[in-house]
């Protein structure tokens, strides 16, 4: 424990909703705030200069101890709710699966952060204690932010596209001339007719013939 200095360390689990105090306090507490990140530019003549750009994440770590024994002397929690050594590892053995968010806080340090379990290493000694090793990073959360493009305004003078006219529709063909490897529905499926028949071959019978597939190159079919 901190000397003449009361340390109380909680870790809420944020998704059950669970609070969770660390039954023995370590002998020191390692805390990062992180640092400022810049970004280089270079300048002509001056060379490479930086500007902050923003900052890293926080840490915040300890050891310590799951005592199998209650004993007031250094355990800072009541023997009702002194859980089993094991029992502790599989909270935060669990928590740090389910990439959990949690709410570390300590208050004589001031850290009330969300933060993740970046790492947790149980030693396993004698008499049924675990010793560990544990850190946590600073969660930070982004959010994507809907961007509406803005249409581009027309040029001075000119019409925007809902305003312009529509192209008149080109005019279709009046008549077809047969080339070599044609056939009645090839042309149709050319011209997008629905039936080659009744398009083609009924209006054209007396140019084609009573045979529909012997039509003969340069014939002009109408339509």
């Known amino acids: 424990m901190i000397k003449n200095i009361?340390?109380?360390i909680t870790i809420k689990d944020i998704q059950l909703d669970r609070y969770h105090r660390i039954p023995v306090l370590p002998t020191s507490i390692q805390y990062t705030n992180g640092d400022t990140t810049a970004k280089s530019f270079k300048i002509v003549d001056l060379g490479d200069i930086e500007a902050p750009d923003g900052k890293s994440i926080d840490s915040f770590g300890w050891s310590s101890e799951f005592p199998a024994q209650y004993d007031p002397g250094y355990v800072v929690i009541s023997q009702a709710g002194l859980k089993k050594p094991l029992d502790y590892k599989?909270?935060?053995?669990g928590i740090k699966a389910r990439k959990a968010p949690v709410q570390v806080i300590c208050p004589v340090m001031g850290i009330n952060k969300t933060m993740y379990i970046a790492s947790f290493v149980p030693e396993f000694k004698g008499m049924g204690d675990i010793y560990y090793a544990i850190s946590f990073r600073e969660l930070v959360t982004v959010k994507p932010r809907k961007l509406t493009v803005a249409g581009t305004a027309?040029?001075?003078?000119k019409k925007a596209p809902s305003e312009r006219s529509k192209l008149p529709e080109k005019p279709k063909p009046k008549t077809y001339t047969v080339v070599q490897g044609d056939s009645l529905t090839k042309i149709a499926k050319k011209l997008k007719l629905s039936n080659w028949r009744s398009d083609l071959y009924e209006p054209n019978k007396g140019v084609i013939g009573?045979?529909?597939?012997?039509i003969k190159p340069g014939q002009v079919l109408k339509l």
């Open 6 to 8: 009361k340390v109380e």
């Open 90 to 93: 599989n909270l935060f053995e």
């Open 154 to 157: 027309p040029k001075k003078g």
């Open 210 to 214: 009573q045979n529909p597939d012997r």
